[in-house]
């Protein structure tokens, strides 16, 4: 017949085809920084780049080594780690759960939705002084305000997630008379997770960025004040580390979610291929 004449691929080709592509981008994700430091290296060394203001990889090593071995810098990014896993937690549950019942009701919808369109838009490092009035300069200031900015970003990701869900699976469920609580576990919470997921990835970059902007002001400790002290004391090395451990842990946090996402949750837009 005319059906047996059509070529198929073998699955082995394409199992091939997808780890050689996979062993592709894990090896541009390294060899990219690598060109970066190794150009910025070349420019110091030649004199077309200030050592006194932009140090080379080089003297950062250096320096990076100096204070694992001592284990200052542990310390500081231990302490800042803790800050930002205590602050998620606290923001990414109720985001969840406000973007759940955002999504599902339109009298939720309608009372929530306004007041955090008025309230995400503010910055949240602006309101860290009200914090430390109300909860005082320790590490409740911290935690709470890494919880703010996680909770809108993932109360808004999540109730798009719900919102997106086709409109097909709630009648099938409705079909077989699932009640309400079964529905949101195996309908609206499985459809939202490819935005929760990226949500998350986007709370945990926000959650960085803010808590190192509070360790500047409102610390004594963190990776956030490793480099502002650093700073004031013209330590360009000390400052430089500090730096490319906050940029470090960034791409931590993407590839870990990435991996989880690519694993856990193949039915992602981004993971169908």
């Not at 949240?124 to 970003?153: R, T, W």
């Not at 490819?194 to 990776?223: D, Q």
């Amino acid at each position: 017949m005319a059906e047996d004449l059509i070529p198929i691929a073998p699955s082995r080709d394409i199992g091939h085809a997808e780890r050689r592509r996979q062993r592709i981008e894990r090896l541009l994700s390294v060899a990219t920084p690598l060109l970066i430091l190794a150009a910025w290296e070349a420019l110091v060394r030649a004199g077309l780049v200030d050592a006194r203001l932009f140090s080379s990889p080089s003297q950062i090593a250096g320096t990076f080594w100096a204070l694992a071995q001592s284990g200052e810098l542990a310390r500081h990014v231990g302490i800042s780690l803790v800050r930002i896993g205590v602050g998620f937690l606290l923001g990414a549950i109720p985001g969840v759960l406000t973007g759940v019942a955002i999504g599902l009701s339109p009298l939720v919808r309608a009372v929530l939705s306004p007041v955090i369109a008025s309230l995400y838009p503010i910055p949240k490092i602006a309101i860290f002084p009200l914090i430390m009035v109300i909860f005082g300069i320790g590490e409740v200031s911290k935690y709470v305000l890494v919880a703010i900015a996680v909770f809108f970003f993932m109360a808004i990701n999540s109730a798009a997630g719900v919102l997106n869900v086709e409109r097909i699976y709630w009648d099938v469920g409705r079909s077989f008379q699932a009640g309400r609580l079964r529905r949101v576990l195996t309908i609206a919470l499985p459809g939202a997770l490819p935005m929760i997921i990226a949500g998350i990835r986007l709370s945990l970059g926000v959650s960085l960025l803010v808590l190192v902007s509070a360790e500047f002001v409102g610390s004594k400790s963190g990776i956030g004040f490793l480099v502002w002290d650093s700073w004031q004391t013209f330590n360009i090395e000390v400052m430089f580390v500090g730096i490319v451990v906050i940029g470090a842990l960034g791409w931590i946090f993407f590839t870990v979610v990435d991996e989880f996402e690519r694993r856990f949750l193949p039915w992602a837009p981004g993971n169908r291929r």
